[in-house]
């Protein structure tokens, strides 16, 4: 589990097709500190490190599955490509943003972006199949980020990102087009489908 707080940028380092896609990514994390088999999240995505260690900087391997990489984003990875990343909650964590499985639901796309003073208002156009797990003043996890939800139109909804927001994450680099993880809250799967049953 996650928490939507970012709390490192990695970059991809290296991506290698062996039957699953191997990453390695770059961080600003202590690899001694990263036991094998540890969860990360990476972009919102939940994976499992498989190897890590320090060379000219540190690093950790991850292998993603074939089903991960059609739901998620990470076809776009490429070297170089800056990613979120979160270290799993431990209990007792602070618990400063909204409770995150890392199992990306779909892909959202960002269809329009414009400053409103310091903040970038984003928007975003979310698979219908999704869209009516998004409401108003709600969460969501985007790449990652727990974030709220300003308003909803349809299948598309927006988001505001404070200037702590943009550089403490790879928010900065957003452009319009690209393609977001997407993790609806997990309350709202849980009221849709409670409703669904008394149907």
Not at 14 to 37: H, Q, V, W
Not at 48 to 75: L, P, Y
Not at 79 to 97: F, H, M, P
Not at 128 to 152: C, D, H, M, Q, R
Request: hydrophobic share 35%.
């Amino acid at each position: 589990m996650f928490t939507g707080i970012i709390t490192d940028i990695g970059s991809v380092r290296e991506l290698e097709k062996r039957g699953d896609l191997r990453a390695r990514i770059a961080t600003s994390y202590d690899p001694e500190g990263i036991d094998i088999g540890a969860s990360i999240a990476c972009d919102g995505v939940c994976l499992t490190v498989i190897d890590r260690g320090r060379d000219d900087s540190a690093w950790f391997d991850v292998e993603i599955s074939q089903e991960s990489v059609s739901k998620t984003n990470v076809s776009d990875w490429q070297d170089g490509s800056r990613i979120n990343l979160e270290r799993a909650l431990k209990v007792g964590d602070e618990l400063g943003g909204h409770i995150v499985s890392g199992h990306v639901d779909g892909v959202a796309t960002v269809t329009a972006m414009h400053d409103e003073g310091d903040s970038t208002r984003v928007r975003f156009e979310a698979p219908e199949e999704l869209a009516k797990f998004i409401a108003p003043k709600g969460s969501v996890a985007l790449n990652g980020t727990s974030l709220t939800v300003n308003e909803v139109e349809g299948s598309c909804f927006g988001v505001n990102f404070i200037p702590h927001t943009k550089s403490a994450t790879n928010w900065g680099d957003t452009k319009v087009g690209d393609r977001i993880n997407l993790e609806i809250d997990t309350l709202a799967r849980y009221v849709a489908r409670l409703q669904d049953w008394g149907k």
